[in-house]
C-alpha cells in the first residue's frame, strides 16, 4: 500500500516502525501539490499532498526503527506486505 506523499508546514513527524518493512521517500518535491481540505471545505494551506515526490530519498525502516521528518519536509510510504507504525506528531 503507498499513501499519498505530504508536506505538513507546522509539523513534524516522529515514525517508529513495530513491524515489516515500510519504505519511505523523504525530502525532494511533491508533483503537482495541492491543500488539503479541513471539514468544512476551506482550504489548509499548512497542508499539502500530492500523488508522488520527485528527487526524494528511500528509507527502508525495520523494526526498531525511528525516523524523524522535521517541519516541511515531503514524505512518501508504502509497505509491500503488512508493516506495522507508530507516529508522534510535534507541532512546530
Known amino acids: 500500500m503507498q499513501n499519498d506523499a505530504e508536506v505538513h508546514?507546522?509539523?513534524g513527524d516522529l515514525w517508529c516502525?513495530?513491524?515489516g518493512e515500510v519504505v519511505f521517500t523523504c525530502g525532494g518535491d511533491l508533483v503537482d501539490p495541492s491543500p488539503v481540505r479541513n471539514l468544512d471545505g476551506t482550504e489548509n494551506l499548512d497542508e499539502?499532498?500530492?500523488k508522488t515526490i520527485r528527487r526524494g530519498t528511500k528509507i527502508i525502516m525495520r523494526p526498531g526503527d525511528w525516523l524523524w521528518i522535521p517541519p516541511g519536509q515531503s514524505h512518501?510510504?508504502?509497505c509491500k506486505r503488512t508493516g506495522r507504525l507508530?507516529?508522534?506528531?510535534?507541532?512546530?
Open 86 to 92: 507508530f507516529i508522534i506528531k510535534i507541532k512546530d
Open 48 to 50: 499539502l499532498k500530492a
Open 9 to 11: 508546514k507546522r509539523e
Open 17 to 19: 516502525c513495530i513491524s
Open 76 to 78: 512518501q510510504h508504502v
